[in-house]
């Protein structure tokens, strides 16, 4: 936990999160940029399918429409509808339109097509219109062209009435006119629509509504066709259904339906093409009655995407995009309405689009970015552990130099090791130091020459301790027999008789919150209340005389020299303050009290401890004291009544 909470981790930490996020969002934006170029480059192929689906469409229905439109003014055609005799109307549309299909698929297709649908040798088939009972020729039918061709390239015919109707279709019996007798039914040639075979006799696609309140001219359709055996084969027919008029009012008679196979041999060629590109396979097809119709997307999957674009297509009518899996490959879906706003069931171009070049280019954009990324990372990591060193070295030195002041080394120093802003902090540093080691010469000094509650209270306050009237305990304490004792005594031994003495007397003192004023020779004098009082001077002063009596005692069972004391103490009002001169001053008290204190010591015997009398007022409940005779004390104009403790 603790190398978390360094400088090192967290710059590390801080950059770390910085050059994954570039990475990442360098891999996003490339993806989305590379997708949307993809998705571009799609829809432009798709605009492009459509828009040259929507040329060939024009191409191809232009001229059969008009074909179309000049069959349903026939005057013969229009007149056998209005008298709804459709097995003669029939008669006269089929091979009309049998010879119009294959005048159209001989021109679109680029081979004959043999009854297999395969590619073969153009070629132009002449078949007799029909036959008798017994297989023979009428030989009143001209010839008809394509009526054996392939049921896949068969024509789509039929005629529907005003309602609806299917008057020509499968399992429909024609009457021979108005009242005439029954006719073989037109069959629906070219396989049967799904729409129609599930309820076949009229256009479902209608509902309730009448053929010609829908139909107000020629409209082009598409449907979807199942023909072969069990109609396991399907395709989608484009489909014409153009309105016939009753040639004498023009009234609503009906309408005929004439539909070709769509062609798919550019689906076929375009998928072939995108198959062998660097973009992969676009496989096509048409959606319509609710089935995807295609020679290129795979079965298994027809089903799904047709239902997808049930689901949206109505709701939507425009491009669709959607994202579909087959055999494990990815594919853009595309989708739109070719009919929107037709009669006919809604029909739809897919397209399908494969995704594998693109999820092979994200995988290898992922890898190259993911590692750049690292290497972008080991660079960041190793450019942080360079730079953290430059920075945490000399700041943990900074650390170490600080918990070092902090312990009371003034004298350590920390290496300058750089020119920048760190450097500039080191010097500082250092020179801090050498102001606290000086600073510190002169505390020591000052405790060593004053008391140290005096010096702290001269250091806090800048202007110094003024002279003020404070009430005041003062104890002196002085050596009985020292000039006799120390007379023949080397310099030296009285240096170091005297030393012991203070020492031990001093910190007596310091205990009981005394104030050491001065050192005279042998005597010591301290001050309770100055300069700050407790508000129990008094007390602490006979306990501190007390407490030297018997320390004295101690000592002198241990040291070389046997000494006694003698304490005075007196209790007043004193002027206390700092006094001397501009380059040298002293803290201490002046007044009559002061020297009644001095005058008190110098008549105490040794062990004695003599009082004044507001001192012995004071504390007459902690000790007990026997009055003195009253005395004449030098300095004092009256008599003194001093006490001396006897307990």
């Not at 001989?106 to 078949?127: F, H, N, V, Y």
């Not at 650390?399 to 802003?421: L, W």
Request: net charge neutral; with cysteine.
């Amino acid at each position: 936990m603790k190398w978390f909470s360094s400088f090192r981790a967290r710059l590390i930490l801080t950059v770390f999160p910085v050059v994954a996020a570039v990475s990442v969002a360098t891999l996003v934006l490339a993806e989305w940029r590379f997708m949307a170029a993809y998705t571009r480059l799609f829809e432009e192929q798709f605009e492009s399918q459509i828009h040259t689906y929507g040329l060939a469409k024009s191409k191809r229905t232009d001229a059969l429409s008009a074909r179309l439109t000049e069959i349903a003014a026939r005057n013969d055609l229009q007149q056998a509808v209005a008298r709804s005799n459709f097995n003669e109307a029939g008669q006269i549309l089929r091979p009309l339109l049998e010879e119009l299909a294959t005048e159209r698929l001989q021109t679109e297709l680029p081979a004959g097509l043999s009854k297999a649908g395969q590619a073969g040798p153009r070629r132009q088939i002449l078949i007799p219109r029909g036959n008798d009972d017994k297989g023979g020729k009428d030989r009143d039918d001209p010839p008809r062209l394509g009526s054996r061709l392939p049921p896949s390239q068969q024509p789509y015919i039929a005629i529907i009435d005003p309602e609806g109707n299917f008057m020509t279709g499968p399992k429909k019996t024609l009457s021979g006119g108005r009242g005439g007798p029954p006719l073989p039914s037109l069959p629906m040639e070219g396989g049967m629509s799904a729409e129609f075979r599930r309820k076949s006799g009229r256009l479902q696609w209608l509902g309730h509504e009448k053929l010609e309140r829908v139909l107000k001219e020629q409209e082009i359709g598409y449907l979807r066709v199942e023909y072969g055996e069990e109609n396991q084969s399907e395709q989608v027919r484009e489909v014409f259904i153009t309105p016939l008029h009753d040639p004498d009012n023009g009234k609503f008679a009906g309408a005929f339906l004439f539909g070709l196979p769509l062609p798919v041999l550019a689906e076929r060629l375009l998928y072939e093409q995108t198959k062998r590109s660097e973009f992969g396979e676009i496989m096509s097809g048409v959606w319509v009655e609710d089935a995807l119709v295609s020679t290129t997307i795979p079965k298994d999957k027809r089903a799904e995407i047709a239902e997808r674009i049930a689901a949206t297509i109505r709701q939507a009518k425009r491009i669709q995009r959607e994202i579909i899996q087959i055999d494990g490959v990815r594919h853009q879906l595309f989708y739109r309405i070719l009919n929107p706003g037709s009669p006919f069931p809604l029909a739809a171009q897919v397209n399908l689009y494969s995704l594998a070049v693109m999820d092979r280019e994200l995988a290898e954009l992922r890898r190259e970015v993911g590692g750049l990324g690292l290497v972008a990372l080991l660079i960041a990591l190793l450019v942080v552990l360079y730079i953290s060193r430059g920075l945490s070295g000399p700041i943990s030195e900074l650390v170490g130099g600080t918990h070092e002041i902090e312990q009371g080394n003034f004298d350590v120093r920390v290496p300058v090791r750089r020119k920048d802003e760190l450097g500039r902090l080191a010097s500082s540093f250092n020179e801090m130091a050498a102001g606290l080691a000086l600073q510190e010469k002169y505390r020591s000094v000052l405790n060593a020459v004053a008391d140290r509650t005096v010096a702290a209270q001269l250091i806090e306050q800048s202007s110094g301790l003024g002279g003020e009237v404070r009430h005041v305990s003062m104890l002196f304490c002085d050596i009985r027999g020292f000039t006799a004792l120390t007379e023949n005594m080397p310099p030296a031994d009285v240096i170091e008789l005297l030393n012991e003495h203070m020492t031990a007397l001093t910190d007596v003192a310091y205990q009981h919150g005394g104030i050491v004023d001065k050192f005279v020779g042998d005597l010591i004098m301290v001050l309770f209340g100055a300069p700050v009082s407790t508000g129990e001077d008094a007390c602490r002063a006979v306990k501190c005389a007390l407490h030297m009596i018997s320390v004295r005692r101690e000592l002198n069972q241990t040291s070389r020299h046997s000494l006694e004391v003698g304490i005075g103490i007196a209790t007043g009002s004193v002027v206390a303050g700092c006094m001397g001169s501009d380059q040298r001053l002293s803290y201490t008290v002046l007044g009559h009290r002061v020297n009644l204190a001095s005058r008190l010591c110098s008549i105490a015997q040794a062990g004695e401890i003599v009082l004044d009398e507001e001192t012995y007022a004071e504390t007459k409940e902690l000790v007990q004291a026997e009055a003195m005779p009253p005395m004449q004390l030098k300095g004092f104009s009256g008599p003194v009544h001093p006490w001396r403790v006897t307990a």
